[in-house]
């Protein structure tokens, strides 16, 4: 299939893997900050063609395992309520809040609905005048355009009746709070081509000089992320610390101008609570003051309430790549996707998750 | 195969019930004109027109196979298929993935009250049209009518008898270290057709459903002499789940090349655009054969006079025991899993 087939020919993998092998003479760590990557190197198994040098990390960039405990309750909360139409991405569904998850709330009789696009929602909005419709707005960048082209056409056209529980979370200050972690391990990123996409790469350029490590926007194909590993492990081999962009079908320095305007239209930056993380300043969207009719946090008046983790669950340090999710104490037998302690468990982009799925014979051959 | 024909047109008096009400499962006068008009007609058989409580069979030489399946489908038409060819066919391929061979269908109707009677008589056509073709009987059956918003239009549940023939013993307890594992065609069809017509996908030329009997296939194979030692179709979960059932109960390894698996590029375009893999959407006319390795080119070619796409995928080994794994594109290996409950599509 044109697009896809070509990237994923084995003999370009193997040369690509040669070549990276002929130039690595040391050991490096890297991360892949964005969950598809994370998904794609496990199912195709990219890492096992890697040489031993160069190490792969997990990044935290799975929106549904960051999404914090406490929003996935108010959600729960919002979508059990009698006139309520609850509207999500498929994958937030089976994430357990404190006590349940939303595929149970939809069980019970709550009107849950799986949409695949935000305007879908508003459309639905305005189909159940008497209804009040809520889009669970989870994600990076990458979808916060079209969560706020819908908050957009939805005021324009009086939708009134259309709300957003706003969890948008942004990728640079992430990426900078594992650089400043006490711990970091990480040498070098392969930037998230999607984000990148609607955002370019600029952001990085400052964060690529002050903290002296290697960016590569890198796509979501298994050569797309050979060439993303072989270009970052390039850098850190001649001891250069810049942007890099192997994703140039997909990425233009500057991005989407028209999206990076919607967003800043609807939405302003403020400081957000990671999973497993903790509050990261300026690390979150949330609707601006003209917008904040549309939000079902106060529309609905959901309390705040702060909910412990698990306390064996070490999804934190997964996602700063700190851990492998195969060196956690309880990854296979105490954590499995069935009865998972953390999200990074639960969603098909969760380090831990694509460990079970695809690896969970290393564990046991270790 | 017997075509159906869509001009033909309901013998109820439409004019005067077009919609099915809650008295057509009452047991009551407009019941049995239902049953007369509509449905003795369609599956017309000596056993049937006997209007007993049940259905008494003549004496069958063999093991009786047995089976039940009920088809729940939204929308009730799709290309290349609808309820009435998935409730038929469904029967029959479990019982052909026991090497039966497939003799007696019973069938039990749920109908939500204001389904088109239409509706209803064309389900009837298609199922009538597909067990002429697969040359089983429709015996006994049940009609009940649910309030309006109590179902989704049919419901239909049917099961099936079928005989086995002596000596032959197919099932997961066979399945060898060294078989070839082959699989009778292309994969994610039927998933991923409801899929588009659910989401309002738009392909050049909409993807069909593979949806059809197998029963022809398997005991082509059986016929020919080829040793099968299991086979199974590849339904809800897809090529993936079915083959983790085989390796868990066999308690042998399972090991299949990634590209060797067809999948169609429409398929594999849906599939790319919803997030979903196509190892693990669901198929109707489908299934994997586990055959001694000597027999597999054999096979293959047997398949092919069926199904053009058929090919050996992999083949059983003694460890990992009781695991799938595959060969990525790309050359890397990973565990193949059931998923842990239905494909959800992706944020991003």
């Not at chain 1, 149970?104 to 879908?120: F, H, N, T």
């Not at chain 1, 600029?202 to 690529?208: D, G, H, R, V």
């Not at chain 2, 024909?5 to 006068?29: Q, R, W």
């Not at chain 2, 794994?325 to 790309?330: G, H, M, N, V």
Request: charge should be negative; charged fraction near 20%.
């Amino acid at each position: 299939m044109k697009y896809i087939q070509e990237y994923r020919d084995p003999e370009m993998a193997r040369q690509y893997a040669q070549a990276l092998a002929r130039i690595t003479t040391r050991e490096w760590t890297l991360m892949e900050v964005c969950g598809g990557q994370t998904h794609a190197i496990m199912k195709f198994g990219v890492d096992q063609l890697l040489p031993s040098g160069v190490n792969l990390l997990h990044g935290p960039g799975c929106p549904v395992c960051v999404t914090p405990l406490e929003l996935i309750d108010k959600a729960i909360d919002i979508a059990s309520r009698r006139d309520v139409i609850f509207t999500s991405f498929g994958d937030m569904l089976r994430v357990p809040g404190s006590a349940k998850d939303l595929l149970s709330v939809r069980a019970e009789g709550g009107d849950v609905r799986i949409v695949y696009s935000p305007m879908d929602a508003v459309k639905i909005a305005r189909e159940n005048p008497t209804k009040q419709v809520v889009f669970f707005a989870v994600g990076f960048e990458t979808t916060a355009p079209a969560n706020a082209m819908a908050v957009y056409q939805a005021a324009q056209t009086k939708v009134e009746n259309f709300s957003l529980l706003v969890s948008h979370v942004l990728v640079p200050p992430a990426v900078e709070a594992i650089l400043n972690s006490p711990g970091n391990r990480v040498q070098a990123f392969l930037a998230a081509g999607h984000v990148c996409a609607v955002m370019g790469y600029e952001e990085y350029i400052p964060l690529a000089a002050k903290y002296r490590v290697p960016f590569v926007v890198t796509g979501f194909e298994p050569l797309d992320i050979l060439q993303g590993v072989y270009m970052a492990v390039k850098q850190l081999e001649e001891g250069r610390a810049e942007v890099e962009n192997q994703y140039s079908r997909a990425v233009q320095r500057a991005g989407n101008s028209y999206a990076q305007d919607f967003i800043r239209h609807v939405f302003q930056v403020v400081p957000r609570k990671w999973r497993g993380i903790g509050e990261i300043p300026q690390s979150g969207l949330g609707l601006r003051p003209e917008y904040a009719a549309f939000d079902a946090e106060t529309r609905f008046g959901v309390a705040a309430q702060s909910v412990p983790e698990p306390a064996e669950c070490k999804s934190g340090l997964v996602l700063q790549g700190a851990l492998k999710p195969t060196q956690c104490p309880a990854f296979g037998t105490r954590c499995t996707p069935e009865h998972p302690l953390g999200a990074t468990m639960v969603s098909s982009e969760g380090a831990c998750a694509a460990y079970y799925r695809y690896r969970r014979l290393e564990k046991a051959e270790a | 195969m017997t075509p159906f024909d869509f001009n033909l047109t309901c013998p109820l008096p439409i004019t005067e019930y077009p919609h099915v009400l809650m008295a057509h499962g009452s047991g009551g006068k407009l019941m049995h004109r239902l049953i007369e008009a509509v449905i003795v007609p369609a599956f017309g058989n000596p056993i049937l027109e006997s209007r007993h409580d049940g259905a008494i069979l003549p004496p069958l030489t063999g093991r009786l196979a047995f089976t039940t399946d009920s088809f729940v489908v939204r929308p009730l038409f799709f290309p290349g298929g609808d309820i009435g060819k998935l409730a038929v066919c469904g029967t029959v391929n479990d019982l052909a993935m026991c090497g039966a061979r497939p003799l007696y269908l019973s069938v039990g109707f749920i109908l939500e009250e204001g389904l088109p009677m239409e509706t209803f008589w064309r389900v009837v056509q298609s199922m009538r049209a597909q067990a002429a073709a697969i040359g089983v009987q429709i015996v006994t059956g049940d009609t009940k009518v649910v309030d309006r918003g109590k179902g989704d239009g049919i419901f239909i549940n049917t099961s099936g008898v079928g005989v086995v023939a002596d000596g032959l013993h197919i099932g997961p307890a066979h399945v060898q270290s060294g078989d070839a594992l082959i699989l009778s065609g292309d994969i994610g069809r039927h998933g991923m057709a409801i899929m588009a017509v659910r989401e309002g996908l738009e392909f050049e030329g909409a993807i069909e459903s593979d949806c059809a009997p197998l029963a022809a296939p398997v005991h082509a194979l059986i016929d020919a002499g080829i040793r099968v030692h299991c086979l199974r179709d590849l339904t809800r979960g897809g090529l993936a789940s079915a083959l983790v059932e085989i390796a868990e109960a066999s308690r042998r390894a399972i090991h299949i090349e990634e590209r060797r698996i067809p999948v169609r590029d429409d398929v594999r375009g849906a599939c790319e655009i919803l997030g979903f893999d196509p190892l693990y959407v669901a198929n109707e006319g489908r299934f994997a054969a586990f055959v001694a390795p000597e027999d597999a080119a054999r096979a293959v070619e047997i398949l092919r006079g069926y199904e053009p796409t058929a090919t050996q995928i992999g083949a059983v080994a003694d460890s990992p025991a009781g695991l799938v794994t595959l060969r990525s594109a790309i050359g890397g290996s990973r565990i193949i899993d059931m998923l842990t409950g239905e494909q959800l599509p992706r944020i991003c």
